[in-house]
Every structure is written in C-alpha cells, then in structure tokens.
C-alpha cells in the first residue's frame, strides 16, 4: 500500500477528515459539502489503486509464483484451444493464462482429463473429478461448472446432473432411477468404472456395486421397467463369469426388478423398488 499510495497508510487522510468533522460541529463547515468532499477524495483514490495494482502483483511476486505460473497443463481451453493450468494448492482449480480465467473445481478429490472429449456447449474438455476406488466418479465441464448453461442447473454440477438431451454424459443419458436413500438424487451410471461397475447417486454418497467384471454396461435409450420405471440396463458379461445360461453374455432387464440383475447389485438396495426419476 505504501508503494501504490502511501496516503491509505500514513495518518495523514484520517487526521483531515477528523479536522472536518471539527469543522461541522462547530458549525463552520457544511455536512453535505464535506460529505461529499470525502467521497470524491476516497473514489480517486480508488480508481488509481486499481490503475496500480501491477505494483501490488510485483510485490507479491517476490514472495509468491503468479498464478500462470504454478500448476501444471490438464484440459484445454473451449476460447482460446489452448491448455489451462491445473492448480493443485487448495482450493483447486484450472487458469488459462491466455483468456486470464479460472475455474473453480469439485474439491476433496482428484481431478485428470477425461479422455479429451469436449463439451458439445463450449468445447471445453472435459475433467474427471474422483473420490477413490470406493466413492464417487464423475466428469464434469470446467465452464459448465461455474455458468451453468440450463436454468434447472446451479453452479457445481458435473454432467452427472446435467439436462443436455443429446449428450452421452449427462443425466439424461446416464440416469437409471432415484435414489435409494435421498429425495432429489438420481443414480447415476459411472462410465469409467469398469469392469468394477458402479451407479452412484448425483446427490448424496449412496454408492452402488453391479455386474462386477462385466466387458460393457449401458443405459437403455428407450425401455423403461414396467414395473417400477426405472430405466433399463444393458450388459454385456464375461464370458467366463456369466450368470446366464448356454454360455450368453447379453441381457437388458431392471436392476431392481430383473430376477437375472437383481442379486447382482448390492444386498441393501436389491429388494427396493424406485420409480423412474423425473427430468
């Protein structure tokens, strides 16, 4: 402060506005007058400290790495194609350094590229935030995270609870039933589980095992359960670890109503019906 404007520091501003103030009890001085007088003084003030403010960054800099200098390149930018910084050092987050933004991320996990696909929205690539083998996976736009692009969505949601209807990861495509446990959550199929594969709530930490081992999992695009509306699965299973018949290795049916599917999912959640989630 003393380098950009040594008057914010020294008691020199606040001993003249005291005398002013003198000045208006005594009658001498208009209130509105000296009112206004101060104002003017702070907001010029104001707009030269931040006409200054490379002055505080070079200060900083010796003590402190700027911020296009620290992390290391991850996804790449949807503006500028160029690659954005993942910054590591709570709280987390990505900075292009050639559009000078950054992005806030899901924390209390880790975050890699997601196998460079692009959001269809923005062409930001997509990053894959994870709690551990035992948690939550998900991928998510660094852009769509912070301005979330449909009025239904809030900041700091993933694809997982993301509205785009055409786009393979988002909830749309990937949602299989609410939640066994919370009322808002919808179970989520996790793509990048396999072959241990898992759904999991977009919500709460409701974490669910199915068809371990199994070579490919997916959401039905147009079968729901007849029976309680949950969204039909196809998998493809291990030839070797098949629970179907004349050595078969498809099937679609409901996880939840399926007597195939069923006793492949965990116990807690096996015997529970759930209708089809609302989006």
Known sequence: YQKIDPELVLPHMRSAVETQLNLIAQGKANFHAVLQHGLDIFRLKFHYFVDSISDMDQLFEVTFSPLAATGKPLSRCGKCRRFMKYVQAKPSRLHCATCDETY?????????????????????????????SKGKTYPLCPYCFNHPPFPD???????????????????INNGVAQCVECEDGVLVLDQTSAPKWKMACNKCN????????????????????EECGASIIDVDFNKAKSPLEG??????????????????????????RHPKFKG
Request: net charge negative; hydrophobic share 35%; proline share 5%.
């Open 104 to 132: 806030n991320l899901p924390q209390g996990g880790t975050v890699k590229l997601y196998k460079e696909i692009k959001c269809p929205l923005d062409e930001f690539e997509l990053v894959l935030f994870s709690t551990g």
């Open 153 to 171: 969505m809030k900041k700091a949601m993933g694809c997982n609870q993301c509205t785009h209807p055409t786009c393979t990861q988002s909830l």
């Open 206 to 225: 409701v974490v669910i095992n199915v068809f371990e081992n199994a070579h490919k999992v997916s959401v039905s695009a147009s079968e729901d359960c």
């Open 247 to 272: 050595g078969e290795t498809q099937h679609s049916g409901c996880i939840f109503c399926d007597p195939i599917l069923t006793p492949l999912i965990e116990k807690n959640y096996a015997a529970t």
